[in-house]
């Protein structure tokens, strides 16, 4: 066989020949690119190879709906499970013959696919309903101690190996259980990195699976664990997570819990159920990302306990906050982002106090995604107020004017801000967070307003966009110039005489004035990758929402288009942002703009990385889906934008 060394020199050779630039050319590379590769020849099959291998089943593509992924999930595994059965039988035939000392017919032997393949593997997904083999007409016995039964609490010998010799009903081999098809993975996968479990624990067959992996424990070579169960008994009498977060491999660095347990039975009971088989006290150094994904009502003592171990926690996702999770997280001393599914008032007025009592000295990241309850203007700018070491990352559902002017104070450290409802913040405000922030890249304001009575407030008028020195008449420098890549806000109050009837100009041919400006700023972001400047329309229908909107502040029009904005035509001067090569993606959705084939021709000449844009009107629709099939296919396009701002 050829060495790499000693085939001709050219890129390919080149990328074979060292190893780190390997590594990433493999990354990139689809499945199918790399079964081309492998059919070139036999040093690029040795080296493509592994490859294949890398992620067992391969990894599902994003933003595919539920059932198509686990059909995909489902095709895949039945082509894989047959490799595993029979490797199992391969090394049981192998143990029949070391016993029988036939060693010459081990030459006859193939080795199996999983035994040759296997070390390359590093990331495993597996369903636990995917580990069954097909069963035969006749069942076999299942152990039916009940979960509460003392021997299988107390877990002893005698109570691990007959776990360990359960046969679930649907399998065809007795010798095989489900739990056992996992381990021999385990066992055949020495470099395996990241698993995910998706399982049940419902019935006592998916009991006992459960329980025999957390008493044998995950691969030491583990660093990333995603376990995702659904189970019938409430979370504070479970014991499978307890024991779970016992079992973690030392050398873990992410850990994700998804449980989905009955919420009407966690209500009414009481949280001192608890088990304490979980009391571990050897620290876990190298955790450094943990997500409790759990959607139960309160959490059990266990998983509090289990946050002494994180002393090097960097990141923490989880359902709610209160006092009690403050308390456990005083041991976090490296904590540097949080992330809350949703906080009340009480909950940020609790997370302010203990901010400023010293908790979470090196938190800069604060992602709450959902608030209940009313709007809590002064409890989220006493949030912000608070942060020791200044905010670099924030994402909030609300923020109102005293939230926007603690911003404001925090622009120096800023990089990423994403705002759901902006209710009552001013256009100047959001000037200020764009001109005092040097380190900002990504910036999104989304436009929600929470009833049909409220006004949305959440644009910056054209004026302070454009932020001109009277005196130079010149466009006054802003500090994220260079470092921006993500601009999704709205730009309003651009007069269209016939149009709107908001912004009237005040002489002929002020709008083409002021839409001129608007490019010069927008192509000052020079490392642009994502703009988006359409109206994203709240849940509802909001033409509706006129009527009880006094004429100064009707934005939308009849169609629920924004209608004081960009023009976003070659002739309302998008040839200003020319210079914008970075740019991937463009959203004008519910914009009532003027964009054809003429402006599609010139994005696709000037940006060359152009993925996406999203957003035409019904009208313009099919022009632009007819031009874009036939000439580039390669960009997406879609009425709406899916995506929301979400880079």
């Not at 036999?42 to 490859?51: G, H, L, M, S």
């Not at 583990?222 to 050398?251: F, M, Y």
């Not at 010069?520 to 229908?541: D, I, K, V, W």
């Amino acid at each position: 066989m050829a060495s790499p060394s000693s085939l001709p020199s050219t890129p390919a050779t080149i990328a074979l020949q060292i190893p780190e630039l390997l590594d990433q050319l493999g990354s990139h590379l689809s499945r199918r690119d790399i079964i081309n590769f492998c059919l070139v020849n036999k040093t690029w099959n040795a080296v493509f190879t592994p490859y294949l291998w890398r992620s067992i089943p391969m990894a599902t593509p994003p933003y595919t709906g539920h059932n198509y992924t686990m059909d995909l999930l489902v095709r895949k595994w039945n082509r894989f499970l047959p490799l595993i059965v029979q490797d199992i039988l391969y090394e049981q035939q192998q143990q029949q013959r070391h016993i029988t000392s036939e060693v010459e017919n081990n030459k006859n032997v193939s080795v199996p696919a999983l035994s040759k393949y296997g070390r390359w593997i590093q990331t495993l997904y597996v369903d636990q309903k995917l580990l069954l083999i097909p069963y035969s007409p006749e069942p076999y016995q299942v152990i039916t101690m009940a979960p509460g039964h003392p021997a299988i609490a107390n877990a002893t010998a005698d109570t691990v190996a007959a776990v360990q010799r359960h046969s679930h009903l649907h399998n065809h081999n007795p010798n095989l259980t489900t739990a056992e098809i996992l381990f021999h993975l385990f066992k055949r996968c020495p470099d395996l990195q990241t698993l995910q479990i998706h399982g049940q624990d419902k019935l006592s067959a998916e009991y006992y699976f459960w329980k025999t992996v957390v008493t044998r424990g995950f691969p030491d070579s583990l660093r990333e664990l995603h376990i995702i169960l659904d189970a019938s008994i409430s979370l504070s009498k479970s014991t499978i997570l307890a024991l779970l977060l016992a079992r973690c491999p030392l050398g873990l660095r992410k850990l994700t819990l998804d449980a989905d347990y009955p919420c009407r039975i966690e209500r009414n009971e009481s949280l001192g159920v608890d088990t304490k088989e979980d009391v571990v006290r050897a620290p876990l150094p190298a955790l450094t990302d943990l997500r409790f994904e759990l959607l139960g009502y309160r959490y059990p003592p266990s998983y509090v306990r289990f946050l002494r171990r994180c002393v090097n926690l960097e990141s923490f996702y989880l359902r709610s906050y209160d006092n009690t999770w403050a308390q456990a997280l005083r041991f976090c001393s490296c904590l540097e982002r949080l992330t809350v599914i949703a906080m009340d008032k009480l909950a940020f007025s609790n997370f302010a106090s203990a901010i400023t009592s010293g908790l979470f000295l090196r938190l800069d990241g604060l992602h709450v995604l959902a608030e209940s309850g009313t709007n809590s203007d002064l409890e989220v700018a006493s949030v912000i107020r608070a942060c020791h070491s200044g905010w670099r990352l924030l994402r909030l559902p609300y923020i109102g004017p005293l939230s926007a002017d603690a911003l404001i104070t925090h622009c120096s450290n800023l990089e990423e801000l994403e705002i759901c409802v902006a209710d009552g913040v001013a256009s100047h405000q959001i000037r200020q967070i764009l001109s005092f922030s040097p380190c900002l890249v990504k910036f999104i304001v989304h436009h929600r307003p929470d009833g049909p009575d409220a006004v949305d407030r959440a644009f910056i008028s054209a004026t302070d966009f454009i932020d001109l020195n009277p005196t130079s008449d010149t466009l006054n420098p802003w500090a994220c110039e260079s470092t921006l890549k993500v601009f999704c806000a709205r730009i309003a109050r651009i007069p269209r005489p016939g149009v709107t009837k908001v912004a009237r100009e005040e002489y002929p041919g002020q709008r083409n004035d002021i839409q001129q400006r608007v490019y010069e700023r927008l192509a000052r972001f020079t490392n642009l990758e994502r703009l988006a400047l359409g109206h994203q329309s709240p849940r509802g229908n909001r033409s509706s929402w006129n009527a009880f909107l006094p004429p100064e502040e009707e934005l939308l029009g009849d169609n629920n288009e924004h209608t004081d904005c960009l023009d976003m035509t070659l002739t309302s001067g998008l040839g200003r942002l020319a210079g914008l090569k970075k740019i991937r993606k463009v959203c004008v959705m519910a914009m009532q703009t003027s964009i054809g084939i003429e402006e599609l021709k010139w994005m696709a000449e000037h940006w060359p990385k152009l993925e996406a844009v999203h957003g035409f009107l019904h009208n313009r629709t099919w022009i632009v889906t007819d031009w874009l099939i036939l000439n580039r296919w390669d960009i997406k396009h879609s009425r709406d934008c899916p995506d929301r701002g979400d880079d």
